[in-house]
């Protein structure tokens, strides 16, 4: 008997096939799935020409910060100057003030102004009647939305030592006029009471969705079992909403070091510029108003090597403590 032998031709597997035929047909799997999904990508492509353009791009600008940058040269033809601005920081007798201010406006922001969103969602989502439910969130809103011109021109308004409001109820009740914007010791509770006065309606959107999604079955059950509303939120609100407020946490973490120069502005003067002295506002007087250019670039540059650092950091932290992080 005799054996037939298997005159099959084998087709080549993928991995073997040359460069050329596994380049094109990735680019006609590429080209079917943009045909496939074009109109999820043509509303996406606003948002990403939007980062290329505004974000990405100016990233070149950080090469100023090792150059001595000239306006007339351009920033290709300028003299490469390595790391003298950033030693120029580091050894400015600005440098541990403007850290300093930085890190105790954020930290004293944070352990401030974090919990205030997550307890205002909380009592917000317990609220069963719905107009009046609607007109707080209305008005929790109102203020993230007013231009921080305007914000301190109320605070100056509102904290004059002869007609302000804030020194017209002390007086009703004895006490004397306080220059609330010309004393050090008042600046940074001005400046973080009313950056939560002002963001913290607009904040707990987040807490709010991540509430609803929340099976209303275990607010049953624990209400069965004869669970108060404080043990209903520390046993079963808290839990649910945790990732969200882990994952926002981190996020905060990561601009730790970016204290918005606006509002700084607007508010300080000579006499308070020792409290109120930031990385941001000290690269805005160098860099744009004095014109050191490379200076300012190379703070800003030092400031967003340290966000990074510490977004990661926070982010490593989060996922090895509660297995949620952003990546």
Known sequence: MTVQANTAVKQPSPKKLPFKAR??????????????????????????????????????????????????????????????????????????????????ISIYSLIWAFPVPIIFALALNDLRNGPFKRIVQTVSYIPYFISTVI??????????????????????????PINFLMEPSWFRTIFIASGIWQGFGWSSIIYLAALTGINPELYEAATVDGATKLQQILHVSIPCILPTIVVIFVMNIGTLM?????????????????????????????????????????????????????????????KKLTDVSLW
Request: aromatic content about 16%; hydrophobic content about 50%.
């Open 23 to 104: 380049l094109m047909k990735s680019l006609r799997l590429l080209w079917k799935n943009i045909k496939r999904d074009k109109a999820l990508l043509l509303i996406v492509l606003p948002v990403v020409v939007h980062y290329l353009v505004f974000v990405y791009y100016p990233m070149y600008g950080n090469i100023i910060a090792f150059k001595n940058y000239s306006p007339v040269l351009g920033i290709s033809g300028s003299e490469w100057v390595g790391f003298k601005y950033f030693e120029q920081f580091f050894t400015s007798p600005y440098f541990f003030r403007v850290l300093r201010n930085t890190l105790l």
């Open 151 to 176: 914000i301190c021109g109320l605070l100056v308004n509102f904290l004059s030592p002869s007609s302000g409001i804030i020194n017209t109820i002390i007086q009703m009740f004895g006490g004397d």
């Open 258 to 318: 970016s204290v918005g120069y606006e509002k700084l502005i607007l508010l300080y003067n000579p006499i308070t510029l020792d409290v109120a002295d930031v990385i941001s506002s000290y690269v805005y007087r160098t860099g744009l108003v004095e014109g050191n250019y490379s200076f300012g670039s190379a703070v800003g540059l030092f400031n967003s090597v340290v966000n990074l650092i510490l977004v990661v950091a926070a982010n490593k932290a989060s």
